[in-house]
Every structure is written in structure tokens, then in C-alpha cells.
């Protein structure tokens, strides 16, 4: 059944043979980017592993988060598209769940360490 | 570029009715909200993990490091940690990458590649599916490697690194993970099927293999957080 109340979006998502030139340039400059990061994980965590790291292991922690950070938004931005869709629809997907996900953590995080520290008071 | 959402459209006419204000497919953004609620579930699980980890009190078992159990690598007896699960991630970054290429050759309507792509892409993905198979048959054979002696083998109830919710969370988490990558196989071997049949050709746009597409790249988004919050940090 033919309907022209909707309209096809996806008949005009093409690009031209210079487009998807430039468009596979950007995914491979992704690829090594993410790739680098990874390795670079790998590499921090086998010289400088959790139990031996000592004080520095803050500031590796809060590296990995970081550049997992970093790795997750080349992904969404990049290979789903995110940035180049329309502002609404971006700040639509990201906000809430921005949102959403930091109450969690700092909620979540907060307890845990409360309770955890009244493990440690009642079983000594 | 010449996506809908980059051409120029007033926003009066854009919010007055009668198109999509987002300028986008009804099914790519029912692909994103499912997206986005998927995240919220791996976002409590992983957090539910740090929750599990930072009340356990320092007087019951020590909560363990993944790069003391993690140390195994197929064909090889040496002490290599999280080397495993370093190239597990590096398999399904590639795999993401050749399913962003397939969606790449859509949009130029290139059959060919449509199908190169996308069956490097399922073939990463079988490949990811049995380095779990592995990692999960080394995780559960316990520090003597040994799975048909069950004295230590890592179960739900009892767990020989370290607490028994630390190997709860590793089944839960890595194996929700790796259904998400199963039914992912399966729907990139369906538009890999349809892409041969030429159901994309006729019907003018390659529109299915980019919303696939996007849950793809959201078991790969997934697992970059996973490596993180559960082997690393």
C-alpha cells in the first residue's frame, strides 16, 4: 500500500562516489583512533597492574574512564551517525540518559561505600 | 553531505507539522529510543557492579583484580594478562568498522559491497561469540584449569577468585552481553541474506542495514565499557 502521508527519509540518504571517499577516510582515521586507545589500555594495564600501581592507580583509573569516554563518543558520534543528525534529535538520545545514568552512579556509588563501611564497623 | 538531516529546513516549517522535526525514518528512531532504554539496562548492570564491589567490606574476601584471573591466551600455557580480552575488543572494533562500511556502500547503493561488508562483519562477530565460549570455559575450569574437576570450578554459588558475586556479575554482564551479540549475528546474517536477494535494490535504500547497523555498533559501545569497568578498573 502506497501512503503519501509518510515521507521516505531514507530515499535521500545517498551520497555521491567523492562523499563515501571522504566518508571512509574519517572511518579508518576512527579505526586507528580507537585501536591506539585500546592498545594503550593494554599496554598501562600489564606495566602497571591494580596491586602494584599503588597511589598512581587514581589517576589510572580515572585515565581508563576517561579515555573510554573518549572511545564511546568517536563510536556514537562517528559510526551511529549522532553528530550528524539533526541538533534535537542529538541532544534527544544524549541528555536523558546523561542525565539518568550520573544520578545512578553517584547515587548507587554513594551507598555502596556507606554500607560498605558498616560492614567493616559490625564484623570485626 | 547529502543525508536528510543536513539539509537546510527552516525550523518553523521543520516543528509545523506534517514532517518529522527530526528529519529522519520512523524506524531509525524507534532503533535509537530502543538504544537508549538497552543503555540504561547495561548502565544499572555495570553500575549494580561497582555498587557489589565497593560495599564489600575489606573484612570479607578481597574483591579480586581481573588482570590476576584473566591470564590465559588460547594455544599457549604463557602469563599473558588481559592480552585475551584486549584482542576480543579489537575483533569487535573491526567488526564495527567493516558494519560502518557496509553502511557506507548502501548509501552509494554499491551491492557488492553492501555484501563484502557485512559478511566480514558476521564473520567478526562468530569469531567474537567463540572467544566468549572460551573466555567463559577458562573462567569456570577455576586457577587449575581443570573444568571436569568441579573442587574449584567458578559457579553462581561459589567462586574461587574471590566473592561469589564477583563471578555472578561476570556471567550476568558478559553473558547479556554476548546474547545482544548473537541476536546481532543473526539480523546482520538476515540483511546479509536480503542484501544478496537484492530486496534493498528494489526497494530503493539501504535503510535496514544502517539500523541494524546501529545496534551493532551499540554491542560494540557496550563492550568498550564492559573492558573497562569490568577487566580494567
Do not use: C
Not at chain 2, 77 to 94: C, D, K, N, Q, R
Not at chain 2, 205 to 220: N, Q, R, S, T
Amino acid at each position: 500500500m502506497l501512503r503519501d502521508d509518510i515521507i521516505e527519509y531514507s530515499l535521500d540518504a545517498h551520497h555521491s562516489e567523492e562523499e563515501g571517499k571522504n566518508k571512509r577516510k574519517a572511518i579508518w582515521k576512527v579505526t586507528a583512533i580507537l585501536s591506539i586507545i585500546t592498545a594503550l589500555e593494554v599496554i598501562v594495564g600489564v606495566l602497571w597492574p591494580k596491586d602494584d600501581a599503588g597511589s598512581a592507580w587514581e589517576f589510572i583509573k580515572w585515565g581508563y574512564i576517561i579515555l573510554t569516554v573518549i572511545k564511546a563518543g568517536y563510536i556514537v558520534m562517528v559510526f551511529m551517525h549522532l553528530g550528524e543528525e539533526r541538533k534535537a534529535f542529538r541532544m534527544m538520545v544524549l541528555v536523558p540518559y546523561i542525565i539518568f545514568i550520573l544520578y545512578l552512579i553517584f547515587h548507587l556509588l554513594t551507598e555502596a561505600s556507606y554500607i560498605g563501611a558498616t560492614w567493616n564497623q559490625f564484623r570485626v | 553531505m547529502s543525508t536528510p538531516a543536513s539539509k537546510q529546513i527552516d525550523s518553523a516549517t521543520l516543528w509545523g507539522g506534517k514532517v518529522s522535526p527530526f528529519s529522519m525514518g520512523y524506524g531509525k528512531i524507534m532503533m535509537w529510543f530502543f538504544l537508549v532504554s538497552d543503555a540504561l539496562t547495561f548502565g544499572g548492570l555495570l553500575t549494580s557492579l561497582g555498587f557489589a564491589k565497593f560495599a564489600n567490606p575489606e573484612t570479607a574476601v578481597e574483591w579480586p583484580a581481573a588482570e590476576k584471573i584473566f591470564t590465559h591466551f588460547p594455544f599457549t600455557h604463557e602469563h599473558l594478562p588481559l592480552l585475551y580480552v584486549a584482542l576480543m575488543t579489537f575483533i569487535l572494533i573491526v567488526s564495527s568498522v567493516t558494519m560502518v562500511l557496509a553502511v557506507e556502500a548502501g548509501h552509494r547503493m554499491d551491492k557488492k559491497g553492501v555484501v563484502k561488508w557485512l559478511a566480514f562483519t558476521v564473520i567478526g562477530g562468530i569469531v567474537f561469540l567463540g572467544s566468549q565460549v572460551w573466555e567463559w570455559k577458562t573462567f569456570i575450569a577455576g586457577p587449575d584449569g581443570d573444568i571436569s574437576t568441579w573442587a574449584d570450578n567458578a559457579t553462581l554459588a561459589y567462586n574461587s577468585y574471590g566473592p561469589v558475586q564477583y563471578a555472578d556479575y561476570f556471567f550476568f554482564i558478559t553473558g547479556f552481553h554476548g546474547f545482544h551479540v548473537l541476536t546481532g549475528v543473526v539480523f546482520n546474517i538476515i540483511i546479509l541474506i536480503n542484501a544478496i536477494n537484492g530486496t534493498y535494490e528494489r526497494r530503493g535504500h539501504y535503510e535496514m542495514v544502517e539500523k541494524v547497523g546501529l545496534y551493532w555498533h551499540f554491542i560494540d559501545l557496550v563492550w568498550v565499557f564492559v573492558f573497562t569497568f569490568y577487566y580494567l578498573v
